[in-house]
């Protein structure tokens, strides 16, 4: 048959979907059906921020469900989701509480002990991968020091798309691109480090070998008893969102902007040294053995939280009126650590204004405008950053995920960066992940391949940048805002 059918199952910090991806091999026409969304939200147990995994799991298999319902025989399924959280499990493969989440306060403080004891830059050297307190090398840490009665009972810890994996399949998989967000996998050899495992207190027999994207992990039965291969894709969804972006050449900059926004660019070789380690570079892995060289940037977050304190649902008329809204009144640094789940976003926001002798946003608008500006000259800086470490400028920008679609960001990006910007996919992570499953069936050649289709088939938009005075005006104080914060780094 010529038609493939991939059911991408993309879980984000924030929401989930499960996406039908059809690919005519004759034709090359590759669109995308959504089956079901569900809102991924934190729960509280022993007080503690964890992640309701058996709902999840719940409505994975009621989308897979409704699809055999439907007619539908996948070729395949594929798992994405955020990274360095975990799932333990016991000697009987049963789970042992619900995963802590990343946002949880339980690791501040365990980073700097880790530069402490081990040493900053052996610890780069070994990983090459960025300083953020909630990386699994310090999740774990907190978690042998706080519950060592877990610890004998523990048999394998799986990351989250790994644990989906396993419920559905029965098998253990530890997949590389998501292995490489932990902070635990040694750079050079591709395995896990075991000194590293070691300084946690875990066992680092809790970990397989990590395995490349495009392994067939085991099958998935149906109730009607159809088998269908679950394949392990770049299981980290940017991974897949990169996958996914039409990058044209070498000097493209890509930025995968949702609740998280991470901005780099595509490298054969990671990139460790004093300037990388200086600027908190993380090398992290991608498809076909490319290194993701990024930064992490907050991101939507911000507004995500301050819509859902104030009760907004109409983001589009919330862009329109922030547009309006007088350009760099209010500056905020977005990676400041205090925003990464503050108990008032708008209270925070208003706050960190304040204290550095900025108006007040009081209105939705002027927060929208203040985040939105904010992050376009955060955005810059990074760029900066990236180019100086890898010592060449960038001409273009690729945005891509749900952050694309606003047109606003868009253009404020362009102009704050000085280079065009062009925005597209929506649902990166989601094609990548269907890219992935393609390539392992040998639908597709490879990556490059895979963005050939994807700019064929999918909208693409470009901001040129625009003369802005508040913005040059402004990059001077922006500057200082990122030297006088403390960020989520070491």
Not at 130 to 141: A, K, V
Not at 149 to 174: C, M, Q, S
Not at 433 to 449: K, P
Request: hydrophobic letters at 40%.
């Amino acid at each position: 048959m010529s038609l493939q059918n991939c059911v991408a199952i993309d879980m984000g910090a924030s929401s989930g979907r499960v996406m039908l991806g059809r690919f005519d091999l004759q034709s090359g026409k590759l669109a995308l059906e959504e089956v079901a969304r569900c809102v991924n939200s934190l729960v509280v147990r022993e007080e503690r921020q964890c992640w309701d995994v058996d709902a999840l799991e719940k409505f994975i298999l009621a989308s897979l469900d409704k699809l055999i319902q439907q007619g539908i025989a996948p070729d395949s399924i594929g798992i994405d989701t955020w990274g360095v959280d975990y799932v333990l499990l016991n000697k009987q493969g049963e789970r042992i509480g619900l995963p802590v989440s990343y946002r949880d306060d339980r690791t501040w403080g365990v980073m700097q002990k880790a530069c402490a004891d081990l040493g900053r830059e052996a610890i780069y050297q070994r990983t090459a991968i960025q300083f953020l307190p909630f990386n699994t090398l310090y999740q774990l840490r907190a978690l042998c020091e706080s519950q060592p009665e877990w610890l004998n009972d523990v048999r394998h810890a799986l990351l989250i798309p790994d644990y989906f994996h396993y419920r559905l399949t029965g098998k253990l998989n530890w997949e590389y691109t998501n292995a490489t967000t932990t902070q635990l996998l040694n750079s050079q050899s591709g395995e896990w480090d075991n000194a590293l495992l070691e300084w946690t207190g875990a066992n680092p027999a809790w970990f397989g070998k990590p395995t490349a994207p495009g392994v067939k992990i085991g099958d998935w039965k149906a109730s009607t008893g159809l088998s269908v291969p679950v394949i392990a894709v770049a299981t980290h969804d940017t991974a897949s969102a990169v996958l996914a972006a039409p990058l044209t050449t070498d000097n493209v900059a890509w930025l995968s902007s949702g609740t998280w926004s991470l901005m780099g660019f595509e490298s054969l070789q990671p990139y460790n040294d004093a300037a990388a380690l200086a600027a908190n570079i993380t090398n992290e892995g991608g498809a076909e053995g490319r290194y993701r060289v990024l930064k992490n940037i907050m991101g939507l977050w911000l507004l995500q939280r301050v819509c859902r304190e104030l009760a907004i649902d109409d983001l589009p008329a919330l862009v329109r009126e922030a547009e309006a809204q007088p350009a760099c009144r209010s500056l905020i640094n977005p990676n400041d650590e205090r925003f990464i789940n503050p108990v008032n976003m708008v209270r925070e926001i208003q706050d960190a204004c304040a204290g550095q002798g900025m108006p007040t946003p009081a209105t939705a608008a002027a927060l929208a405008r203040c985040i939105f500006d904010s992050l376009a000259l955060y955005y810059r800086f990074v760029l900066e950053e990236l180019a100086a470490v890898r010592g060449a400028p960038f001409s273009q920008l690729h945005i891509v995920g749900g952050g694309c679609q606003n047109p606003l960001l868009n253009q404020l990006c362009a102009n704050a960066c000085g280079i065009p910007v062009v925005a597209g996919p929506v649902e990166a992570s989601t094609l990548g992940n269907i890219g992935s499953q393609l390539i392992a069936h040998g639908s597709v050649r490879d990556v490059t391949h895979f963005r050939q289709l994807v700019t064929q088939n999918f909208p693409l938009n470009t901001f040129i940048p625009q003369a802005s005075d508040a913005y040059s005006r402004s990059w001077a104080l922006f500057q200082s805002l990122t030297h006088s914060v403390k960020e989520l780094c070491v």
